[in-house]
């Protein structure tokens, strides 16, 4: 499996990006797809994640209600619309790929657990 990130950028604070993680190889080993973000001089966290299905999505509370994960079957597509954007979002972003072994919800923010990376984005966001 091979996940390709893109889509970050320069953004002015309030404003919107859209990431895309493009799958390709096996993906049928992809049961859950996440996004993680290392922001500068910190480690990398949790951000949102999906299952391979499109549903089952699960966001860390500091972008709940800013940023939406959906899938797009068609093209094997995984986009992170990203709305309201803070400073504090600045970061590269990680797509990942967890395989079913890990299916419990338990692990969906096991960074760990998840078995394929994508090359990561650079978002910042400008106050």
């Known amino acids: 499996v091979q996940l390709q990130a893109s889509g970050g950028g320069l953004v002015q604070a309030g404003g919107s990006l859209r990431l895309t993680c493009a799958a390709s190889g096996s993906t049928d080993n992809i049961y859950r797809l996440g996004w993680f973000r290392q922001p500068p001089g910190k480690e990398r966290e949790f951000v949102v994640a999906?299952?391979?299905?499109?549903?089952?999505?699960s966001y860390a509370d500091s972008v709940k209600g800013r940023f939406t994960i959906f899938k797009d079957n068609t093209k094997n597509m995984y986009h992170l619309q990203m709305n309201s954007l803070k400073p504090e979002d600045t970061a590269v972003y990680y797509c990942?790929?967890?395989?079913?072994?890990?299916?419990?919800?338990?692990?969906?923010?096991?960074?760990?657990?998840?078995?394929?990376w994508g090359q990561g984005t650079l978002v910042t966001v400008s106050s």
């Open positions: 990942a790929g967890q395989r079913a072994p890990y299916a419990r919800t338990y692990y969906e923010r096991n960074q760990s657990k998840y078995t394929y």
């Open positions: 999906i299952l391979d299905t499109g549903r089952g999505t």
